[in-house]
């Protein structure tokens, strides 16, 4: 299996411009989790899927966050718009059941 | 309100000698808990975990320690190596979160030849 695959790995962008994050879980799992980290907050969960079903959104910052799962192969975090405050590396995680969970490589935002 | 907390943000130890990283938590309802290690531009890897029923898990030269009644889990690693340098994750579930995790802020060990 690939593992976890995020991208794009890197990503710059101007104040304002929005921002789409993918992922691709391992297959089979049927979790899948969004955190942030940053240097202040180390690594902060943001959203959690179960199912392709938003389970807790209560880490994602505001309203200019949101994600979504179409299907068990596939989520998006969105960033509309983006500001510098937003810079972080972002990750996505999935898991079976309660079992351990496995991260991408992460995606490097800088919004300058 | 950081329910998990490691406060440490730094280590550094010698190649050869015992490294002990250190984790705090605040929940009661944690019956789960893991250290996940990362290297840079990587994502975190699962390490070793144990379950609230124990007081030891041991894995090679990995061992995770919990004391419930002071709430805190060590992890230990001997002998340390330098390719163990990393920042390393103390992470927890709770018995009524589904598949949450809840981490701390991170420790970097930083192994010297």
């Known amino acids: 299996d690939a593992g976890v695959i995020q991208s794009p790995r890197h990503e710059v962008t101007e104040m304002g411009q929005e921002v789409t994050l993918r992922c691709k879980p391992i297959s089979g799992h049927n979790s899948l989790f969004w955190y942030r980290q940053t240097m202040m907050r180390g690594l902060e969960l943001l959203i959690y899927?179960?199912?392709?079903?938003?389970?807790?959104d209560s880490g994602m910052p505001e309203d200019r966050f949101s994600a979504k799962m179409p299907n068990a192969s596939f989520s998006t975090l969105k960033i509309q718009p983006s500001e510098p405050r937003d810079s972080a590396v972002y990750f996505c995680a999935s898991t079976e059941f309660r079992d351990t969970q496995y991260f991408g490589p992460g995606t490097r935002l800088t919004v300058l | 309100d950081q329910q998990v907390k490691q406060n440490s943000p730094s280590l550094s130890v010698q190649e050869g000698r015992i490294s002990i990283l250190n984790c705090d938590y605040t929940?009661?309802?944690?019956?789960?808990f893991l250290w996940y290690k990362k290297y840079p531009a990587e994502g975190p890897t699962f390490l070793i975990s144990?379950?609230?029923?124990?007081d030891k898990n041991e894995d090679g030269r990995f061992t995770v320690f919990l004391n419930k009644s002071a709430k805190h889990l060590s992890l230990h690693i001997v002998p340390s190596q330098p390719g163990d340098s990393a920042v390393y994750f103390c992470a927890a579930r709770a018995n009524n979160a589904g598949n949450m995790l809840t981490f701390g802020g991170g420790t970097r060990l930083m192994v010297k030849p």
């Open positions: 899927f179960n199912n392709n079903v938003p389970i807790d």
């Open positions: 929940n009661s309802m944690f019956d789960y």
């Open positions: 144990i379950s609230s029923i124990k």
